[in-house]
């Protein structure tokens, strides 16, 4: 958080918060003007560290809900603007001891910076010390009875404890910090036992150092304090650098837009503004190397624009006079002036960020049965260190402390937590930058248990667009206005028959479209609307009951236009399978799934399209509840279901679906219900996507495993004395490193 609480309040200016924050979808009952903020916390180490930010931020009146995500470090805070101001919430923040950053402060990378140099100068400062005083605790180790003087022993000591002052006063200060604000807040975190063991070590050989004749004053455990401080740094600073990598690539894709953009002034000056001051209709001069801050039309100058984010598409594709550019996308060649068309959250950036954020938010189901575990684990600990304690301190009382120290050094569950997060947050960050948005993360996990698959056809194994190639009509009927009564029905509806009608009017018919009044479409069926008597666009089935019947001459046809009583015209509609349809079936019959086609098109057209392909099994004229009802019956029978579609009439397939997938370019981002959305035109990614989601699992199960061997393996051993804390400490640094490094893997390759 910004240390100054004026630079706090100044976001309590409603332009600032529009930085990072948008209007709550549904206003709370009670609650008026409400907002979603995405900050980034500051501090966090574990995940008793979210839940005391979630507790603190639900403590303040006007806060509605609080999501906070370990992880990656980020919350959603739900707020009434009408009950409380940003600077208020975000001071409970701070009084919880953590800091707050906008999701989008420019400053955000800066104080990521900060945190990386300190963990580095604490390790720098942890490693010198160290090596000094392993070097001072090396005689003891060599030397027989009687070949150091008590006075030598003494200085040794002496020398040791000095050196070891800056090490427990700075390099172990997060530690502390941590600790003795969960003690406040009434929490256990994992950096308790670890402080707790630092403690007890500095002041058991502190008391041996100044007085070696008393109960404790057999051995001091210098070299072991600085050893485990030194492990346990590293593994940090490393898990710090990685994180970076990891749930950084989702912050550095959600960070696109530039903080400042030249605007045209009416003199035809430019000059250099907040990007958050656009306005739809500003004219803005953008720079090579620059991204676009707002969707537009280019009026002035070619460019190449890199838009990977929003399709997926790694090829800079050409923009020139006439051409639209979206928000986040990179100017990569030319100047280019531009009209703001849409800004903020209008743009399909915005919509992206919104969807990313809520992603890197939620927690998977294994991730929340880790979270369970750890806090009743880590009041285990603190217990099994007492006893551990109680039963040697007969023995030796310094030897049962340190037995103690060990026990809480080594269990603490950092590898437990990290294990689900870091890998879905890292397969989540691969999937967007490959055009595939990741709406939820427990969907990541489904979509590695599917065993079928289902694939609508028009939109989706098709081509979006489709063109007219034949058209019929009745007598009397003349192709134009047969054409603009269709076009004023299909302008109506977003489907790719619908629009594939009204750009045929368009290029054959001079004129607008007619104005058809009280249109409704049903889903999966087609149009129906009133211009001097009710008309019907869509299927044979939805058209044939307000008529004498389909001429037989039109029943090949897949869209047919009727009056109350009448055929008016038919038209034959032709689509292209996408390239990579054939190649895509394949991979995933490779992978072991079962693929089916469900389509609302005629039988024999679903059949030709599932032969080109290579499905076997094929089934047209369903409507939407067909899909759900043939869906369902395959999950009676076991099966796991993942639904593909262009997400227009396919709602209730893909809400049924164990696991869905919708094409972004198809329906708006904001309407979309899918698990993952696919932002390019590609389908190969489908199958992509499937192999990393199983690979996903794989390292989760993997890190599982790990952490609960290491912790079964290790604490016998600290328990029965037999593993010192410098090995401890290095064991659970290794352990927590292991876990990110592992989920890391998840970053490479597609």
């Known amino acids: 958080m910004h240390s100054d609480t004026s630079m706090v309040e100044l976001l309590d200016d409603r332009q600032e918060w529009l930085r990072f924050s948008q209007p709550h979808k549904s206003q709370p009952e009670g609650l008026e003007d409400c907002w979603d903020s995405h900050v980034v916390i500051q501090g966090m180490h574990c995940a008793a560290c979210a839940f005391t930010v979630e507790e603190a931020l639900m403590s303040v009146p006007g806060v509605q809900s609080v999501e906070v995500n370990a992880a990656t470090h980020r919350a959603k805070v739900v707020w009434s603007a009408t009950r409380v101001k940003p600077s208020a919430w975000m001071a409970a923040i701070a009084k919880a001891g953590y800091g707050a950053l906008p999701a989008a402060d420019s400053s955000l990378r800066q104080a990521r910076h900060e945190e990386s140099r300190r963990a580095l100068w604490r390790w720098l400062v942890a490693g010198f010390c160290m090596m000094q005083v392993m070097m001072y605790a090396y005689p003891a180790y060599v030397s027989r009875e009687g070949d150091i003087t008590p006075e030598m022993v003494f200085l040794l000591r002496w020398a040791s404890w000095v050196l ?111 990007v958050r001051r656009l306005m739809v209709g500003d004219v803005i001069r953008v720079l090579p190397s620059e991204s676009f801050p707002a969707d537009g039309v280019i009026l002035q100058g070619q460019t190449l ?90 023995t030796n009382p310094g030897h049962a402390l340190m ?86 029905l299909a302008k109506h509806s977003l489907h790719p028959l619908s629009r594939a009608l009204v750009q045929a009017h368009d290029a054959a018919v001079d004129g607008s479209v007619l104005d058809v009044q009280d249109v409704n479409e049903i889903i999966g069926q087609g149009l129906e ?14 058209c044939a009951p307000k008529t004498k019947g389909i001429p037989d001459k039109a029943a090949f046809c897949q869209v047919h236009l009727c009056s109350e009583n009448a055929w008016l015209a038919s038209w034959q509609l032709s689509e292209d ?83 869905s997938m919708a094409f972004g370019n198809a329906v708006p981002l904001a309407q979309s219900k899918s698990d993952l959305v696919l932002m390019g035109g590609g389908l190969l990614v489908v199958a992509q996507s499937v192999k990393l989601a199983r690979h996903t699992l794989r390292v989760v199960k993997q890190n599982l495993v790990w952490a609960a061997a290491y912790n079964a393996l290790c604490v016998p051993l600290a328990v029965v004395g037999l593993l010192p804390a410098w090995l401890a400490g290095l064991g659970m640094a290794l352990s927590s490193l292991w876990v990110v490094l592992n989920s890391l893997r998840l970053t490479k390759g597609f």
């Open 305 to 394: 624009a890199d838009e990977a984010l929003l399709t997926g598409e790694s090829r800079p594709q050409a923009r020139g006079v006439g051409d639209s550019v979206v928000a986040g996308s990179h100017n990569l060649s030319g100047i280019v002036t531009v009209r703001v068309v849409q800004v903020g959250e209008g743009t399909q950036f915005s919509q992206i960020v919104s969807l990313m954020e809520n992603a890197s938010l939620q927690k998977p189901r294994l991730a929340q049965l880790a979270d369970r575990i750890a806090k009743p684990f880590l009041m285990g600990v603190l217990v099994l260190a007492a006893l551990s304690a109680v039963y040697w301190w007969p």
């Open 577 to 659: 399978v996408r390239a990579d349809a054939v190649q895509t079936v394949q991979a995933l019959r490779d992978l072991s799934l079962n693929v089916l086609l469900l389509s609302g098109d005629r039988p024999e057209s679903a059949q030709q399209v599932a032969q080109q392909v290579g499905i076997t099994q094929a089934f047209g004229a369903c409507t939407p509840q067909d899909k759900l009802s043939r869906m369902q019956a395959l999950q009676s029978q076991g099966a796991r279901v993942a639904m593909v579609g262009d997400g227009l009439n396919d709602g209730p397939v893909l809400a049924g679906a164990h696991v």
């Open 164 to 274: 070891t002052l800056p090490v427990v006063f700075f390099s172990c200060g997060p530690f502390f910090g941590n600790a003795l604000r969960d003690i406040r807040a009434r929490r256990v975190s994992m950096d308790l036992p670890v402080a707790l063991g630092m403690v007890i070590t500095f002041i058991l050989s502190s008391v041996a150092t100044f007085e070696p004749e008393g109960i404790f004053g057999a051995e001091v455990y210098y070299d072991s304090l600085t050893m485990f401080v030194f492990f346990l740094l590293t593994g940090r600073w490393l898990e710090l650098r990685v994180r970076d990598r990891t749930a950084g690539a989702l912050e550095a894709l959600m960070n696109r837009l530039p903080d400042s953009v030249e605007r045209q002034l009416h003199n035809g000056e430019f000059e250099r503004v907040a």
């Open 403 to 488: 037995v103690a120290v060990a026990v809480l050094v080594v269990t603490c569950p950092c590898a437990l937590s990290l294990a689900t997060p870091a890998a879905m947050l890292a397969a989540a960050g691969n999937l967007a930058r490959h055009g595939v948005l990741v709406r939820n993360l427990q969907a990541l996990e489904s979509l590695a248990e599917i065993d079928t698959l289902i694939f609508d056809k028009t939109g989706t194994l098709t081509q979006d667009g489709q063109r007219v190639t034949q058209m019929m009509t009745a007598d009397g009927v003349t192709p134009e206005y047969a054409l603009s009564l269709a076009a004023a």
């Open 529 to 542: 609307g009133y211009l001097d008597g009710r008309l019907r666009l869509g299927s044979a089935a939805f």
